[in-house]
């Protein structure tokens, strides 16, 4: 067995898929977000699916098409940025879920592609299990952080910050090379005032080209090692959570 | 010149094509809906796509990615179907409306793929309007209505009804022909109430596949015809909806 | 029998009838609406309520009380309409319903005059059913095309749109000749853009007098057919939404 | 000069008469309530409805048609008795108030009829002032509590609980004669526990018939003098009230 | 036993006393609001939390903490008084007896110390009684208005009008006294348009020092009868709806 | 100087900090959870209240009365928990913050005591600086953590948990020793699934009691100096903030 693409497949396939398999279904959720001159704004997209169809191959999944748009605030002053308000996110999975859950699907598994769609896929996440409507995990990439630190050779430009630099331009020539603009490469160190990743602010004033660290250090082999450490900290996560799913 | 296609491209380049171009985005919104057998859930998806893809080319015009899912509650007993409420779907457009607004976009064009979501964008483009956020419209396919009615060769199951038959499966063959199974072509022409289309009703009872008509008369070339009437029908009516915005 | 007019009755009547009878409640929801020089601002509400009545009649139904305030933003730039938003159209309907069910009657039948709560009133009447509130259905005058393209003698204004013209001003000649003003007829034949009826327009910038069409033509012979026919289409429909209503 | 009446009246005229004359827009707000065996549901539309025309011709303002229903929870155990939430009431004012606002109107005046709409009309008031949208001023018959102490001649069944006894019948007798059934006249005087009137409570449980008094009191007499009292107390808070808008 | 009181006391002993006691939960809710220069913006909160005491001590029940903030938009052009909007105060009301009912308890007392939260709470306590969330009343003061009949000896300035005057001055110099100014007692009777009370009305236009009345007349003795009273009429009204709750 | 404590001080005096102070208002925002056996369910609030009032006072800040009420939905399954919906948290910080704007304050310091209420008053603050509310942050205990990792003598039950425990109590031994058990102290060590703190999770299926580690090894010494910890660090984020306000 293998993972079932939703957007390819007919519903009787589906249907068939749900009943008889784990019943697990995954969803890509991304952004539509400046990443600097380099990279696409279809990145946290690209980098999300790439995670999921991996999970959904190991697991026999479900593979649901991505939410290409998120709630990118925070990258709202680069324009080409399409933001969606943090209630439209919720709104979106929880809606997701819903229509799922009566299509027979045992749980579904959403792999969040970007920062500013945490809050509000948790939200969604919350309400999805304390209503019973459907149980439900979002996965902020699991395994990633750990992965980051052994691979990646230039500094980054604030703990925590990997944004358009060495490490998501690693990701994309592992998953889209062709998008990649290797030419336009430039390193960016904003100075960050100390109440920075304190409270809600917005990117843009602090560099003008939205990258934040130094794309040339990037590789498609360490964009590769970060992906499968993500995988496998998702496929660990995910194991506890589908032992803990009702039974059939 | 040609399309900009927002996904694969950097904030740069679409910052400069919003700024120095006609400042058109264009935006497929589509749904994840059963199509009977032969089709993939994806189909609405792919045939806006086609078409916003097709218009976009000729206006010189952004093309985001699609939203992939719609309202689609009157599919929702087929499972598989993943459907949005309505007031969610309003609440992305709009969303999508104010965040291109931001970037310096002239208007936002909807090509609109599924039947379902006709009201809600509707509800979404007025309020775009009318509370002067951005000049936007929503297309239903302008143009494709004459175009069936000169192509298909077997009868509709009911007026105004074109699903997963002739239409839709010449529709994917031209677009998508490795998604559409033909060895599953099963006509099925249900019996409807006389009160059928005077209010909202659910599919599943009419027919348990899905298919409301004819599948087996689809070819390519029919498909191939209706998309280029539905695309000059879009044309003609952009023409004045563009000639109508107010000038930079 | 007869219809039972809620507004002139007794609950302890109203109650008997509803348990007693059909338990089919009839609700004109109408607006207050430019109508051009000649016609009143109740239009909607007159002409839904004269339909309503007469199905009301031969069903022996009970007739509500109208609503006055419709969705009317179409014609807001014209002084004297006032128009409530979609939501609130919505949120009156699905009220109503509500009480109805908690009262005993089987079944809502809006008789919808208005042409801008068609969409709200379609969300309110499918939320009633989606959640098994009530059984509703909204007719947005069924059989009335058809007559009108028998009786007219001078052109509409654009397809489907008969507004303060021969059609409108019939009918009110029909229902209330007190309230029209015949010696204010004029003809206006605007000059419409070929994205007219493509995406949401206000009015008032094609039609300084609000009228769309000729209302010179105007009979009250007319108007009578047009409502009989269109009282008999909407019995037909509703022979087979009250065949398919729940038993007692 | 004296009032004009919206609903039978084109748009013409009243937009001329809300440029030209005070500007000043009345609005009964009515419910459909039980009002025991005896008067008809619609007995609070009717008697905002009387009120308000003679406040309207006294002023020389513009009258709209009545709002037919309202928050009547507590009636709603009565079947037949339609009730809106509250949340509805307040959007119905809110959305007039803004529509005519648009429409050149300098004030709206509401006339309630139906103790369950003070809140939620106090909050659309309250929201049309603050926000500056309209001076809005809602009237809960100022004046009519003195009358009735003056001409009521049979005990109340409670404080300030004037439901379907001598004081309502008394002015149906006066507005709407034809809709009174006086053979049915049966006084209810109920025993209410000591919390009443401090806590939101359903009537149903205290009085099987929906009567709180003694409807064999009741003149035609007693009901004029009822509302004229409240037609001139109404008079002497808007006088104030006018006098208070901005000049034109 | 006495009253516990939530905010001091480990769940564990909160868990027992709803499990074996009566079950009542009280809930103090003020106002940050202006009471004149010689009172303190909690002034509210200090007395609806002195009578939800007393009651708690009488009944056995558990206190809980005080929410602070309330609607008190009509002092909201005084600054330093904080406001909530009237949604936010029925929210807060609402969730707070969704989550009691989850606790155990068998009832939520709301002791109501604003003017300006009478209607948001009742439409609280509407929708916990009506949605059989939890039994709820929101108590304002019953009582106090006769014991202020007996103690008074300064005019008020408006009927039912007692702010930052003789009467809320006394009740805090019995409740928290090393928080009143007497060195700054300064009568103020405004005159007032007759149609105040009948409309929302903000207040800071009619008194510069917000103080409506005469505090040179308060006495901490004053203040000890209106509460006592207060507190035995708030029993007297709770002694029925105790009796009319569900047994366990 | 020192702070101002807006509950008892009267808003002459608030107005004229406000107006001639540094204008900013700290918000202690606590909840009413469970926090064991040996702890106050007001323990939360408590502690954001000793850190808004060290705050305070170094800074002549308005210190505003605490909200006693959170979004504790992950202790809610401990009775005595009073939990509010996320955005009921979100509305009350939004709605102080728009008052305060008015009040002429130039920002809010909100003081966040319990961990679910990051993510609603994230939100809040977001929308408050979004919308050119009033500048405002939301602090999260910074510095708190390496006090932590300093002074703690007893492991944590989970990195980043510390609920009733060495830490939490001996913040209370700090704060408010009358409300400490020390005779009830019991260690308890969950064990937890992989994919715990990846998803909303409930706590009480972990821990019987509510504790999360060993609350034996707490000291009053410990605590105060990981308050003054917290302190330091919250004026070295706001140094940062207050300098980037804007200028009077």
Do not use: C
């Not at 299509?103 to 809050?119: E, F, H, K």
């Not at 896929?121 to 996965?139: C, D, H, S």
Request: charged residues 20%; negative net charge.
């Amino acid at each position: 067995m293998s993972r079932l693409d939703a957007y390819a497949t007919p519903w009787t396939d589906v249907a068939r898929h749900l009943a008889e398999g784990e019943g697990l279904a995954l969803l890509p959720f991304g952004a539509l977000e400046q990443h600097g001159p380099q990279l696409p704004l279809g990145t946290d997209t690209a980098t999300a699916t790439a995670v999921a169809e991996r999970i959904a191959d190991r697991l026999d999944a479900l593979l649901l098409p991505p939410v290409h748009y998120g709630d990118t605030w925070n990258n709202a002053g680069y324009p080409g940025t399409v933001s969606l308000s943090p209630e439209t996110v919720t709104a979106i999975a929880v809606d997701i879920g819903r229509s799922l859950a009566a299509s027979g699907a045992r749980a579904l598994v959403v792999v969040n592609g970007d920062w500013g769609n945490r809050q509000p896929l948790y939200t969604a996440v919350r309400r999805l299990n304390a209503e019973r409507i459907l149980p439900a995990i979002a996965l902020d990439y699991p395994g990633m952080d750990d992965a980051i630190a052994q691979v990646r050779t230039s500094p980054g430009a604030a703990p925590g910050l990997n944004h358009a630099e060495e490490v998501e331009t690693s990701i994309m020539l592992a998953v889209e090379p062709q998008h990649v603009h290797p030419e336009r490469y430039a390193a960016e160190y904003p100075v960050f005032p100390s109440d920075f990743g304190t409270r809600p602010m917005q990117l843009h004033p602090f560099s003008p080209s939205g990258v934040f660290g130094d794309p040339s250090h990037a590789t498609a082999e360490k964009g590769e090692r970060i992906l499968a450490a993500t995988v496998e900290g998702s496929l660990a996560v995910l194991a506890d959570f589908i032992s803990g799913l009702p039974a059939r």
